[in-house]
């Protein structure tokens, strides 16, 4: 898959996840962040390996310590950094 098809469909799942995490009972959106985080790691481990797992969320890190935030209403590629 092209990257920017690759990023439109990330777009799409980032919407739609939005979406279900607002239809959420209130207690159950309290968590949600934890939740996704976990899923996401497990979801991204079981893709490319724990290693690269790893490199990721820390690139992830790094822009987050800096105060880079990926924007809701773009979808970022993380690893598209590896360039």
């Given at each position: ?16 996840i939005a979406e279900?995490v607002e239809?959420?009972p209130?207690a ?13 790691a497990?979801t991204?481990?079981?893709?490319v390996?724990?290693?690269e ?5 820390s690139r ?6 800096r105060?880079?935030?990926p924007p ?6 993380l690893s598209?950094?590896?360039?």
């Amino acid at each position: 898959m092209h990257e920017p098809e690759r990023l439109a469909h990330l777009k799409q799942a980032m919407d739609l996840i939005a979406e279900a995490v607002e239809r959420l009972p209130e207690a159950c959106r309290e968590v949600a962040a934890n939740a996704l985080l976990n899923i996401a790691a497990e979801t991204v481990a079981d893709d490319v390996g724990c290693t690269e797992a790893g490199r990721i969320f820390s690139r992830l890190g790094d822009l987050l310590v800096r105060g880079h935030r990926p924007p809701m209403s773009k979808a970022l590629s993380l690893s598209g950094f590896d360039a």
